[in-house]
């Protein structure tokens, strides 16, 4: 059983992990593997679905991270952070509109939201993994 404490860690491996397969899937269909690109897709939505769910079960038990960093990198990660959440707020309708339109076949019309989608989607799971190192690894908060 993965403790709660352990969720951080599994949370970054879910975002790389998405990360890895949403750029899969973009060199898939730019080769015109359509299969292949969908495919790729939907298991970075299933992995992105499975990091929210982690993500939302450790907040829930554990609250807000803290960041133990200061001066220059205090404000540096704490911009970087509000622009990775507020991004993910925004892409949190966009992806599945963009995969409803591709699974129903309106592909015109999914091309046109999915030019936005990857890369905002892309973004987030990458500076995901960015805020974990700088808050887990680099600078993690200690009691004073």
Partial sequence: ?????DLPHVNAALNALSSVFLIAGYIAIR???RTRHRVCMLVAACVSA??????LTY???????RFGGE???R???FAFLIAHVAIAAAITPLVPITLFRALSSRFDRHRRIARWTLPLWLYVTVSGVVVY????HLYPWTPA
């Fill in 1 to 5: 059983m993965i403790a709660i404490e």
């Fill in 31 to 33: 080769k015109g593997q």
């Fill in 50 to 55: 499975l990091f929210l769910v982690s993500y």
């Fill in 59 to 65: 907040h829930f038990n554990s609250g807000l991270a």
């Fill in 71 to 73: 001066g220059a990198i």
């Fill in 75 to 77: 404000t540096f990660y």
């Fill in 133 to 136: 190192v700088m808050a887990i």
